[in-house]
């Protein structure tokens, strides 16, 4: 906003034609104004579904039977993998869609190099960041409330004069 640099006064011919500069000067401010909250608010929604992602996935001891090793694994492995997937999309929306439009429509470029947009880009960095942790430690509690419940793997136990093997092993349950 240049308008107020030159010098005016009451007998000059453009004070009508600065007013009116002016007024469309603050309503463009106001439009960029909204886009950038339209944005801001669209990144804070993709922030929040990464935090509150729910990675481990619950059982219901009751309706559901002791299941074998590969079950068990496809059971939690699918989940995970879908919510994964939809979680980097949400993240790849925010830089690719939600901030390289705040940077157009404030600065006219869409670089994601202006030195302006640091602080701001630093912003959201730190929440996605504070995001994903509070996922992964929330995840990490489920599952450790997950093994302190009942039994959820099945085991077999065959014994074959002198040795006892077991399905799955040993070896399998650590990987």
């Not at 030159?6 to 011919?13: D, G, Q, Y």
């Not at 912003?123 to 990490?140: D, L, P, Y």
């Not at 450790?144 to 040993?170: C, D, F, N």
Request: hydrophobic share 35%.
């Amino acid at each position: 906003m240049d308008k107020g640099t030159a010098n005016h006064n009451w007998f000059s011919l453009s004070i009508e034609e600065f007013i009116r500069e002016c007024k469309d000067g603050i309503e463009a401010f106001k439009e960029t104004k909204s886009r950038v909250m339209q944005h801001s608010q669209n990144i804070k929604k993709k922030v929040q579904n990464i935090e509150d992602a729910i990675l481990i996935k619950t059982i219901n001891f009751e309706n559901t039977e002791i299941m074998g090793i590969t079950e068990f694994a496809e059971y939690f492995d699918q989940h995970r993998e879908k919510v994964l997937a939809e979680l980097v999309k949400d993240y790849q929306n925010i830089g690719d869609t939600y901030l390289r439009s705040i940077e157009e429509c404030t600065f006219k470029s869409n670089t994601q190099n202006r030195e302006e947009m640091r602080q701001y880009y630093y912003h959201w960095e730190r929440n996605i960041f504070n995001a994903i942790t509070k996922m992964i430690i929330r995840a990490m509690a489920a599952n450790k409330a997950l093994w302190r419940g009942k039994p959820l793997i099945k085991m077999i136990a065959t014994y074959q004069h002198p040795e006892m093997s077991y399905h799955p092993t040993v070896e399998e349950l650590k990987t």
